[in-house]
Protein backbone atom coordinates (compact mmCIF):
# COMPACT_ATOMS: atom_id res chain seq x y z
CA UNK A 1 0.00 0.00 0.00
CA UNK A 2 1.30 3.44 -0.98
CA UNK A 3 1.20 5.31 2.08
CA UNK A 4 -0.15 9.50 1.80
CA UNK A 5 -1.04 10.18 5.65
CA UNK A 6 1.34 8.26 7.18
CA UNK A 7 5.26 7.84 7.62
CA UNK A 8 6.13 4.19 7.61
CA UNK A 9 9.84 3.06 8.16
CA UNK A 10 11.67 -0.05 9.72
CA UNK A 11 15.24 0.58 11.25
CA UNK A 12 16.78 -1.77 13.49
CA UNK A 13 13.73 -4.33 13.81
CA UNK A 14 11.60 -1.11 15.08
CA UNK A 15 8.77 -0.17 13.17
CA UNK A 16 7.69 3.30 13.48
CA UNK A 17 4.12 4.38 12.50
CA UNK A 18 3.90 8.33 12.22
CA UNK A 19 0.60 10.19 11.63
CA UNK A 20 1.23 12.26 9.23
CA UNK A 21 -1.54 14.91 8.78
CA UNK A 22 0.04 17.92 11.24
CA UNK A 23 -2.54 20.55 9.29
CA UNK A 24 -5.54 18.94 11.22
CA UNK A 25 -3.08 17.91 14.19
CA UNK A 26 -2.85 14.23 12.42
CA UNK A 27 -6.89 13.74 12.77
CA UNK A 28 -8.08 10.16 11.43
CA UNK A 29 -9.88 9.92 8.29
CA UNK A 30 -10.69 6.81 6.06
CA UNK A 31 -7.50 7.01 4.44
CA UNK A 32 -5.28 7.10 7.36
CA UNK A 33 -6.90 4.54 9.48
CA UNK A 34 -6.69 2.16 6.27
CA UNK A 35 -2.97 2.84 6.12
CA UNK A 36 -2.62 2.75 10.03
CA UNK A 37 -3.70 -0.49 9.80
CA UNK A 38 -1.99 -1.76 6.82
CA UNK A 39 1.44 -0.61 8.55
CA UNK A 40 0.70 -2.38 11.75
CA UNK A 41 0.21 -5.14 10.03
CA UNK A 42 3.25 -4.93 8.52
CA UNK A 43 5.34 -4.01 11.27
CA UNK A 44 3.71 -7.10 13.13
CA UNK A 45 5.43 -9.28 10.65
CA UNK A 46 8.40 -7.91 9.75
CA UNK A 47 9.93 -6.02 12.70
CA UNK A 48 10.04 -6.53 16.97
CA UNK A 49 8.10 -3.43 18.19
CA UNK A 50 5.74 -1.07 16.66
CA UNK A 51 5.60 2.35 17.58
CA UNK A 52 2.60 5.15 16.59
CA UNK A 53 3.37 8.60 17.28
CA UNK A 54 2.58 11.95 15.61
CA UNK A 55 4.23 14.34 13.30
CA UNK A 56 3.81 18.04 14.72
CA UNK A 57 2.04 19.50 18.06
CA UNK A 58 -0.30 16.81 18.30
CA UNK A 59 -0.29 13.01 18.28
CA UNK A 60 -3.69 12.55 17.01
CA UNK A 61 -7.05 15.14 17.36
CA UNK A 62 -9.21 12.18 16.67
CA UNK A 63 -12.33 11.79 13.98
CA UNK A 64 -11.98 14.44 11.12
CA UNK A 65 -15.15 15.54 11.01
CA UNK A 66 -14.35 17.22 7.54
CA UNK A 67 -13.91 13.54 6.35
CA UNK A 68 -17.33 14.13 4.73
CA UNK A 69 -18.99 16.48 2.32
CA UNK A 70 -21.84 16.86 5.31
CA UNK A 71 -20.64 15.07 8.83
CA UNK A 72 -24.29 15.44 10.20
CA UNK A 73 -25.10 12.46 8.40
CA UNK A 74 -21.65 10.44 9.26
CA UNK A 75 -23.04 6.89 9.98
CA UNK A 76 -20.59 6.69 12.59
CA UNK A 77 -21.90 3.18 13.12
CA UNK A 78 -20.65 1.65 10.13
CA UNK A 79 -17.12 4.06 10.77
CA UNK A 80 -16.79 2.38 13.20
CA UNK A 81 -17.55 -0.76 12.71
CA UNK A 82 -15.52 -1.10 9.13
CA UNK A 83 -12.94 1.56 9.69
CA UNK A 84 -12.13 1.98 13.19
CA UNK A 85 -12.43 -1.50 14.23
CA UNK A 86 -9.72 -3.29 11.76
CA UNK A 87 -7.25 -0.51 12.95
CA UNK A 88 -7.92 -1.29 16.83
CA UNK A 89 -7.90 -5.30 16.63
CA UNK A 90 -4.54 -5.00 13.98
CA UNK A 91 -2.94 -2.75 17.41
CA UNK A 92 -4.64 -4.69 19.78
CA UNK A 93 -3.90 -8.28 18.08
CA UNK A 94 -0.38 -7.17 16.98
CA UNK A 95 2.33 -9.94 17.64
CA UNK A 96 5.30 -7.92 18.95
CA UNK A 97 4.75 -5.26 21.64
CA UNK A 98 3.17 -1.98 20.40
CA UNK A 99 4.18 1.22 21.57
CA UNK A 100 2.32 4.80 21.36
CA UNK A 101 4.73 7.53 21.52
CA UNK A 102 2.42 10.62 22.28
CA UNK A 103 3.77 13.44 21.27
CA UNK A 104 1.62 16.06 21.92
CA UNK A 105 -2.48 16.17 22.30
CA UNK A 106 -4.65 12.65 21.95
CA UNK A 107 -7.89 13.49 21.86
CA UNK A 108 -11.41 11.51 20.99
CA UNK A 109 -10.75 8.21 18.76
CA UNK A 110 -6.83 9.89 18.80
CA UNK A 111 -6.96 9.07 22.67
CA UNK A 112 -8.14 5.96 22.77
CA UNK A 113 -5.92 5.18 19.40
CA UNK A 114 -2.97 5.81 21.88
CA UNK A 115 -4.02 3.38 24.79
CA UNK A 116 -4.84 0.78 22.27
CA UNK A 117 -1.04 0.30 22.63
CA UNK A 118 0.71 -2.46 24.45
CA UNK A 119 2.71 0.61 26.36
CA UNK A 120 2.06 4.26 26.32
CA UNK A 121 5.12 6.79 26.82
CA UNK A 122 4.22 10.70 27.03
CA UNK A 123 5.64 13.71 26.95
CA UNK A 124 4.78 15.83 29.82
CA UNK A 125 3.33 18.42 27.88
CA UNK A 126 0.77 16.20 26.36
CA UNK A 127 -2.81 15.49 26.84
CA UNK A 128 -5.67 13.23 26.86
CA UNK A 129 -9.37 14.06 26.30
CA UNK A 130 -12.15 12.15 26.16
CA UNK A 131 -14.18 15.07 24.06
CA UNK A 132 -17.01 12.72 22.81
CA UNK A 133 -19.32 14.09 24.81
CA UNK A 134 -18.80 17.83 24.40
CA UNK A 135 -20.59 16.97 20.80
CA UNK A 136 -23.42 14.39 22.20
CA UNK A 137 -21.51 11.52 21.25
CA UNK A 138 -20.34 8.36 24.30
CA UNK A 139 -16.23 7.38 24.15
CA UNK A 140 -15.58 4.87 21.20
CA UNK A 141 -12.67 3.53 19.27
CA UNK A 142 -12.41 1.27 22.63
CA UNK A 143 -12.46 3.94 24.69
CA UNK A 144 -14.96 2.21 26.74
CA UNK A 145 -12.96 -0.97 26.42
CA UNK A 146 -9.60 0.71 27.57
CA UNK A 147 -10.36 3.29 29.72
CA UNK A 148 -11.89 1.32 33.39
CA UNK A 149 -9.04 -1.64 32.61
CA UNK A 150 -6.50 1.21 32.55
CA UNK A 151 -7.92 3.94 35.11
CA UNK A 152 -10.39 2.32 37.01
CA UNK A 153 -13.98 3.22 36.40
CA UNK A 154 -14.64 5.99 39.00
CA UNK A 155 -11.85 7.72 36.69
CA UNK A 156 -12.96 6.33 33.62
CA UNK A 157 -16.78 7.57 34.50
CA UNK A 158 -15.34 11.29 35.52
CA UNK A 159 -13.25 11.18 32.15
CA UNK A 160 -16.00 10.22 30.08
CA UNK A 161 -19.02 12.29 31.52
CA UNK A 162 -17.44 15.24 31.88
CA UNK A 163 -14.96 15.88 28.67
CA UNK A 164 -11.97 17.40 30.93
CA UNK A 165 -8.29 17.04 29.80
CA UNK A 166 -6.18 15.19 31.49
CA UNK A 167 -2.55 15.78 31.51
CA UNK A 168 0.27 13.38 31.13
CA UNK A 169 1.68 13.29 34.58
CA UNK A 170 -2.69 13.15 35.63
CA UNK A 171 -2.86 9.90 33.27
CA UNK A 172 0.28 8.65 34.29
CA UNK A 173 -0.39 8.82 38.10
CA UNK A 174 -3.57 6.97 37.80
CA UNK A 175 -2.40 4.11 35.85
CA UNK A 176 -3.50 5.11 32.76
CA UNK A 177 -0.45 5.24 30.72
CA UNK A 178 2.92 3.67 31.38
CA UNK A 179 4.88 7.06 32.03
CA UNK A 180 5.25 10.35 31.18
CA UNK A 181 8.76 12.32 30.52
CA UNK A 182 9.91 15.47 30.31
CA UNK A 183 10.03 17.17 26.47
CA UNK A 184 13.57 17.56 26.54
CA UNK A 185 14.65 14.24 25.33
CA UNK A 186 11.49 12.87 24.74
CA UNK A 187 12.37 11.24 21.46
CA UNK A 188 15.20 9.66 22.24
CA UNK A 189 13.64 8.37 25.47
CA UNK A 190 11.02 6.10 23.44
CA UNK A 191 13.36 5.11 20.86
CA UNK A 192 15.43 3.82 23.75
CA UNK A 193 12.48 2.17 25.16
CA UNK A 194 11.66 0.80 21.21
CA UNK A 195 15.66 -0.73 20.96
CA UNK A 196 15.26 -2.27 24.67
CA UNK A 197 12.01 -4.32 23.16
CA UNK A 198 13.60 -5.18 20.09
CA UNK A 199 16.57 -6.53 21.71
CA UNK A 200 14.14 -8.87 23.52
CA UNK A 201 12.76 -12.46 24.03
CA UNK A 202 9.95 -11.59 21.40
CA UNK A 203 8.34 -15.28 22.06
CA UNK A 204 8.51 -14.28 26.02
CA UNK A 205 6.55 -10.82 25.18
CA UNK A 206 3.66 -12.07 23.08
CA UNK A 207 2.90 -14.97 25.67
CA UNK A 208 3.08 -12.04 28.37
CA UNK A 209 0.29 -10.31 26.29
CA UNK A 210 -1.94 -13.00 26.33
CA UNK A 211 -1.53 -13.66 29.71
CA UNK A 212 -2.38 -10.71 31.64
CA UNK A 213 -5.31 -10.09 28.84
CA UNK A 214 -6.44 -13.68 29.18
CA UNK A 215 -6.44 -12.81 33.16
CA UNK A 216 -9.39 -10.51 33.28
CA UNK A 217 -11.62 -13.48 31.91
CA UNK A 218 -10.03 -16.14 34.38
CA UNK A 219 -10.44 -17.01 37.58
CA UNK A 220 -7.26 -17.94 39.76
CA UNK A 221 -7.45 -21.41 38.51
CA UNK A 222 -8.02 -20.74 34.64
CA UNK A 223 -4.97 -18.15 34.96
CA UNK A 224 -2.43 -20.53 37.19
CA UNK A 225 -3.29 -23.52 34.43
CA UNK A 226 -2.41 -20.35 31.77
CA UNK A 227 0.31 -19.32 33.29
CA UNK A 228 1.70 -22.90 33.62
CA UNK A 229 1.01 -23.64 29.57
CA UNK A 230 2.67 -20.50 28.22
CA UNK A 231 5.61 -20.65 30.27
CA UNK A 232 6.09 -24.77 29.57
CA UNK A 233 6.13 -23.01 25.59
CA UNK A 234 8.71 -20.21 26.78
CA UNK A 235 10.88 -23.06 28.18
CA UNK A 236 11.06 -25.01 25.35
CA UNK A 237 12.70 -21.34 22.86
CA UNK A 238 16.13 -20.34 22.02
CA UNK A 239 15.54 -17.02 24.15
CA UNK A 240 14.81 -19.21 27.18
CA UNK A 241 18.14 -21.24 26.33
CA UNK A 242 19.93 -18.07 25.83
CA UNK A 243 19.00 -15.89 28.92
CA UNK A 244 19.99 -18.82 31.07
CA UNK A 245 23.31 -19.26 29.39
CA UNK A 246 24.05 -15.51 29.33
CA UNK A 247 22.69 -15.00 32.88
CA UNK A 248 25.32 -18.55 34.18
CA UNK A 249 28.21 -16.27 31.75
CA UNK A 250 27.27 -13.15 32.87
CA UNK A 251 26.83 -11.03 30.09
CA UNK A 252 24.04 -9.66 27.83
CA UNK A 253 21.69 -12.17 26.65
CA UNK A 254 21.29 -11.86 22.62
CA UNK A 255 17.61 -13.12 22.25
CA UNK A 256 16.57 -14.03 18.58
CA UNK A 257 12.83 -13.91 19.03
CA UNK A 258 12.35 -17.45 18.76
Not at 93 to 98: A, N, Q
Request: aromatic share 8%; hydrophobic share 45%; glycine share 8%.
Amino acid sequence: MQYDTILFDITDDIATVTLNRPDVMNALNTQMRAEITDAVQTGGREARVVVLTGAGRAFCSGQDLGDRANAANLDLERTLRDEYVPMLRAIFDCPVPTISAVNGAAAGAGANLALSADVVIATESAFFLQAFTRIGLIPDAGGTWFLPRQMGLAKAMGAALFADKISAKQADDWGMIWESVPDAGFDAHWKARAAHLAKGPSAAYARVKQALRGSFENDIEAQLALEAKLQGQCGKTRDFKEGVVAFLEKRPAHYEGR
